[in-house]
């Protein structure tokens, strides 16, 4: 079985400061990793995601997360927010060789961009 | 945006009712899910389908049945509405298992 834990519910940055959304799981398996995205009032939108390969994987608004196996933590990072990035983002995991990608998710966390 | 509808999207009840959600997808995707979303336990999994009448259960699912007799649908019941079960559900697709899941757009089920 796996769990999640996002340590922080609430977010609040300026616009243009970096931020680091946390973000540790457990599994006894070996795990795919993701970030999802959830505007108000929309469903959850893939932001990225590690399945294999290189640690570092990128989103095509300037998201960033990595893989650390030995930290077993998946942060989000982004350089520079903007107001548009304001949404609640949810880290989840899935088992690899499980069949159908069960996602186990964290409790979220609030990003809020102050002017 | 993947092909995902759900019917209805917003609903009232009253607690002890059946109560039908249902999932339909245009991208005859194999793999169809169905999860809650309730503050402070972002979302979790409640069951789900790898084929034509094949489903299992997830994390949740006590008090919730499903089907899935064709690809294109899939439909979660609570045989008898419960006020616990407010909450706003999500259906997602998925092609293969390691594919990227689409969520549906959400029913708000409020049990009274």
Redesign the interface.
């Known amino acids: 079985a796996q769990s ?1 834990t ?1 340590l922080d ?1 609430q977010v609040p940055v300026f616009e243009e400061a970096p931020v680091e959304l946390r973000c540790n799981y457990s599994s006894s398996v070996s795990v ?1 990793l993701f970030w ?1 995205v959830q505007y108000p009032n ?5 932001l990225l ?1 590690y ?1 294999s390969g290189s640690t570092l994987v990128e989103s095509i608004n300037g998201f960033e997360a990595e893989f650390n196996k030995s930290q077993t933590s998946f942060h989000l990072r982004k350089p520079s927010v903007h107001i548009s990035d304001t949404a609640e983002y ?1 880290c ?1 995991v899935s088992g690899r060789g ?11 966390t609030r990003l809020t961009i102050n002017p | 945006d993947a092909g995902i509808t759900q019917s209805p999207r917003h609903k009232v009840t009253e607690t002890g009712t059946p109560v039908t959600l249902r999932c339909h997808q245009t991208e005859n995707h194999r ?1 169809m ?1 169905w ?1 809650r979303q309730d503050p ?6 409640i069951h ?1 389908s ?1 084929g034509v009448k094949d489903t ?1 259960k ?2 949740v699912s006590d008090g919730y049945s499903v089907s899935r007799s064709k690809t294109e649908d899939f439909l979660l019941t609570l045989e008898s509405a419960t006020s616990s079960q407010t909450s706003v559900y ?1 259906c ?1 697709i ?1 092609g293969t ?10 029913t708000r089920l409020l049990v009274l």
């Open positions: 999640v996002q519910s795919y999802y929309q469903g959850l939108q893939l995601k399945l949810f989840a499980q069949g159908a990608q069960k996602l186990v998710f964290g409790q979220g | 793999y899910y999860y402070g336990h972002g979302l979790r999994l789900y790898y299992d997830g994390e999500f997602a998925s298992s390691q594919e990227t899941q689409y969520f549906g757009p959400g």
